[in-house]
T-cell receptor, first 112, second 113 residues
């Protein structure tokens, strides 16, 4: 599976936008880009995913580079509840099964 | 909907004991999987299933058995617990396809002494 690279940690102020980067230079044409987050002492939860075009949902936006070798998760107004570890994961449409490859993710701290 | 339910939430085992971690989902998902998470690390895949009667190994399968007799349930069995299996275990489920989201349970924190 193609790998992703994320910064270990980032900090943000409450109510400010946060841009979480992810590099995936070996992405294949059939890989979807997924983001999950894990709040303290909880299981991961889905945030957003996309293939080629930018995506928006109620939680966040996903900006995908034109060459698809990088992407950015955007939290428009960080809240204290957004403090979590964020994982960028590639899912191959040709691969069967729920086989998510988690790296160490980016730990986001939100300052009040 | 309850989503993905894992039991128990906490468990302490002695080395050599056996136990089964339970996972149930009520979303009629075909895909289910088990992960373990060690301190400071991401999740690693233990076993997964693409439907009832079909299972396969993930990245770290040694010491664990699974079976999938129904769509709803995917239990994980530790036959002879070892301290190296001390971890937090997560079960996940999803519909087939790379453009679907996976749902995770709240985890089982297992300590083997």
């Amino acid at each position: 599976d193609a790998k992703t690279t994320q910064p270990n940690s980032m900090e943000s102020n409450e109510e400010e936008p946060v841009h979480l980067p992810c590099n995936h230079s070996t992405i294949s044409g059939t890989d979807y880009i997924h983001w999950y987050r894990q709040l303290p002492s909880q299981g991961p939860e889905y945030v957003i995913h996309g293939l080629t075009s930018n995506v928006n949902n109620r939680m966040a936006s996903l900006a995908i580079a034109e060459d698809r070798k990088s992407s950015t998760l955007i939290l428009h107004r960080a809240t204290l509840r957004d403090a979590a570890v964020y994982y960028c994961i590639l899912r191959d449409v040709k691969s069967s099964g729920d086989k998510l490859t988690f790296g160490t993710g980016t730990r986001l701290a939100v300052r009040p | 909907n309850a989503g993905v339910t894992q039991t128990p939430k906490f468990q302490v085992l002695k080395t050599g004991q056996s136990m089964t971690l339970q996972c149930a989902q009520d979303m009629n998902h075909e895909y289910m999987s088990w992960y373990r998470q060690d301190p400071g690390m991401g999740l690693r895949l233990i076993h997964y299933s693409v439907g009832a009667g079909i299972t396969d190994q993930g990245e770290v399968p040694n010491g664990y058995n699974v079976s999938r007799s129904t769509t709803e349930d995917f239990p994980l069995r530790l036959l002879s617990a070892a301290p190296s299996q001390t971890s937090v275990y997560f079960c996940a489920s999803s519909h087939p396809g790379a453009n679907t989201e996976a749902f995770f349970g709240q985890g089982t924190r297992l300590t083997v002494v």
